[in-house]
């Protein structure tokens, strides 16, 4: 892995980050401007940027199809949208449009101090639903140039608070310059063993308000499906606001010899069962929890912030019979007792899938039941 650099795109004050490709996908960007005043060079060092006062860290939905023209348009922008100064790290979701449309996130910050620190400025946070990420005023913020390079957040000063919980950060948080997870804010957070109810962890599942097919209303159903665990729990956060669904850049992954949780889930029989996250490698993943959507009315443009957002099970979990039954078992999936499946010995391996189709078209007042091959779910929520 090579060290960071920035060269020119275009002609003026805006550069292209050499790290783009850690990314792993054609439509991203990142790249850098530098402040008023400032004399640049080309290519500069990740340093050479981090000691510039006023420039920011640029984290785009796709990359600039004019860089010069783009760069006209950020700098008519920016005073509109932080008259107090430029942000430090902006993240843009849609480049490509119009300056008025334009869709951001800012973090500002204050630097650099003689030592080459910066302090943020306010609390700076990401927002999804009922979800927040915030990293506290005041906090010192550090250039770490060990490959992956990253801007630390002092330890302690990251929170996330669910729609009914906020839980503590354990470490220094990140912001990557580089690697796999490039773009994305990064920290361990400490969960109580009674916290996934808290930060909404379950399905979100969409039916008609009505059997009207011209009312656009929604009413959900919540499906828990992890309880209480058997002791508390260490997850890293990561949090890309660009990619807020995708999986490796926002989510919760538990860390290995996680305890087991009880779940929702029962046999045949009446048993409950746990599920205990684990650390499995392609073509499974290891077992975490992602932020999932589900739309709160029907219609061509439904807004994002309208939606409502749950944390749902994703990867592999050890699916385990409580108390161990002395024959095989099977676990009910449905409403019916004979929508089962097997358990050889009371055990399996679960994997969860996040972001899959989340209405039931034909669950409504009056329905008839669904045809042979018709979708029982589809993606409209």
């Not at 054609?26 to 004399?39: K, L, Q």
């Not at 077992?287 to 709160?296: E, H, I, K, Q, V």
């Not at 996040?354 to 018709?374: H, K, L, S, V």
Request: hydrophobic share 45%; net charge negative.
């Amino acid at each position: 892995m090579a060290a960071v650099q920035y060269t020119r795109a275009g002609t003026g004050t805006l550069y292209q980050s050499s790290a783009l490709a850690d990314f792993g996908m054609a439509e991203w960007w990142s790249g850098y401007v530098w402040g008023a005043g400032a004399v640049p060079v080309s290519p500069a060092s990740l340093a050479q940027t981090w000691n510039d006062p006023g420039g920011t860290y640029l984290f785009l939905g796709a990359a600039p199809a004019d860089p010069d023209g783009f760069a006209a348009q950020l700098a008519a922008w920016l005073p509109r949208f932080a008259p107090g100064g430029p942000p430090r790290f902006l993240w843009l979701e849609n480049p490509g449009e119009s300056a008025i449309s334009w869709r951001a996130t800012g973090w500002f910050a204050a630097g650099p101090d003689a030592s080459g620190a910066w302090t943020t400025l306010g609390t700076n946070r990401f927002a999804l639903g009922a979800y927040r990420l915030r990293v506290a005023g005041g906090t010192a913020l550090t250039l770490d140039t060990t490959e992956p390079a990253r801007a630390l957040f002092a330890a302690g000063s990251a929170s996330l608070l669910g729609p009914g919980i906020g839980v503590p950060s354990t470490g220094t948080g990140a912001i990557a310059f580089q690697g796999a997870r490039i773009g994305a804010f990064g920290v361990q957070v400490a969960v109580p063993a009674d916290g996934l109810a808290g930060l909404g962890v379950g399905l979100l599942w969409a039916l008609r308000h009505s059997a009207d097919p011209a009312d656009p209303r929604l009413d959900t159903v919540a499906m828990p499906v992890l309880g209480t665990a058997a002791a508390a729990m260490s997850l890293s956060l990561s949090w890309d606001p660009l990619n807020p669904t995708t999986r490796g850049r926002t989510g919760l992954s538990f860390a290995a010899g996680s305890p087991g949780i009880a779940a929702t889930l029962v046999t045949q029989r009446g048993w409950s069962t746990t599920l205990t996250p684990m650390v499995e490698s392609a073509p499974l993943w290891p077992g975490g929890l992602m932020f999932s959507r589900c739309a709160s009315r029907i219609g061509p443009d439904v807004d994002p912030a309208q939606c409502l957002w749950s944390l749902a099970p994703d990867g592999a979990f050890a699916l385990t019979v409580k108390p161990p039954p002395s024959a095989s078992e099977a676990v009910v999936l449905g409403l019916s007792g004979l929508e089962a499946a097997g358990l050889a010995g009371g055990k399996a391996l679960v994997l969860f899938q996040a972001g899959q189709p989340a209405f039931a078209p034909r669950a409504t007042p009056g329905a008839t039941i669904p045809g042979t091959g018709e979708d029982l779910l589809t993606d409209l929520a």
